[in-house]
């Protein structure tokens, strides 16, 4: 079963990133985008002192390990939070979500690159076959009201990067820190980063503070903060140090399923038939990419 366990944290971490962007839908009808990412990195902060008081965490690390994980930090959560939020406010759901479905092809290019993975024909085809049924899915949805937002995707696409490097960077890291060493020094510096942005910007804590007042609100804040960004980091660092990086990052595929049957069965959207057939195409990509007896090198 302990064999089991990088898979099933690959699986929770989709799951969870899926159902971020209805919180992060809700956070929206009540705050400003900075405000929102200096709380939610509050809140992460605090998941991560309270797990280091109830287990206790070595976090002395030597001056390279430093640099390593402070270079991490620059494409997540800084670069990779700060091209999403704003670009997903200059662009389309839609165009968004088919530019986030080459995240897996990116990483394998990187993952190659800088860790020297190799994967074979089989596993690409199921990247392949998993990006079709989320750019089918996003095309669907779409109703055919389709415009292109120049700005908006460039930021959506330096998103993409962000999340290849961080994670191809963070599977090269953990073979010497610790998955839950990585994620505590990278939430602690997106804490004082997006905190320090919010009042330079001209935030007050009087603002701060009221804001929290809100119970949907708040709600919302502590998912996206305690799970959607501490627990997804820790998760998605565990699986990618256990696994290939090509096996955990296909899951980002999944992430965009489970938005979509968020949205159906909490939200009531409407549900077509075109929902089940990018369902089985997404799905049957992801278990290609993870068949264990896949041989052929490329």
């Known amino acids: 079963m302990k064999k089991n366990f990088p898979m099933l944290a690959a699986i929770a971490f989709s799951i969870i ?26 809140f992460a902060f605090l998941s991560i002192v309270i797990f280091s008081i ?3 965490v070595d976090l002395r690390l030597n001056k390279k390990e430093i640099i390593m994980i402070f270079f991490i930090s620059i494409f997540y959560p800084i670069l990779f939070f700060s091209t999403q939020i704003i670009g997903l406010d200059k662009t389309t759901v839609t165009e968004a979500g088919i530019i986030q479905a080459t995240v897996p ?17 089989i596993q690409i085809s ?3 076959l998993s990006m079709i049924g ?9 109703n055919g009201n389709y415009e292109f937002h120049l700005f908006g995707n460039v930021l959506i696409i330096a998103s993409v990067f962000a999340t290849a490097i961080w994670q191809v960077l963070s599977k090269r890291t953990s073979k010497t820190v610790k998955p839950v060493q990585i994620v505590i020094y990278v939430i602690t510096i997106g804490f004082l980063f997006f905190n320090s942005f919010y009042f330079i910007k001209g935030g007050t804590v009087g603002k701060y503070v009221s804001s929290l007042g809100t119970l949907q609100y708040v709600g919302s804040i502590l998912f996206l903060g305690v799970l959607s960004t501490f627990g997804t980091a820790l998760l998605s660092i565990y699986a990618i140090s256990k696994l290939p990086v090509i096996q955990v990052s296909v899951f980002n595929n999944v992430a965009t399923l489970i938005t979509i049957l968020s949205g159906i069965l909490i939200l009531k959207e409407p549900f077509y038939f075109y ?17 264990k007896r896949n041989k052929v090198k490329i």
Do not use: C, D, P
């Open 134 to 142: 989320v750019v089918f899915l996003q095309i669907m949805g779409s």
């Open 105 to 121: 092809a990116v990483t394998v290019l990187f993952a190659g690159l800088i860790l020297k993975e190799r994967v074979n024909k």
């Open 54 to 56: 109830i287990r206790r």
């Open 275 to 291: 929902h089940i057939i990018g369902a089985i195409i997404i799905i049957s990509g992801v278990l290609i990419v993870n068949l």
């Open 17 to 42: 990133v899926g159902f971020s962007f209805l919180f992060v839908k809700i956070t929206l009808t009540y705050e400003n985008q900075s405000l929102i990412l200096a709380q939610r990195f509050l």
């Open 126 to 128: 199921g990247i392949l």
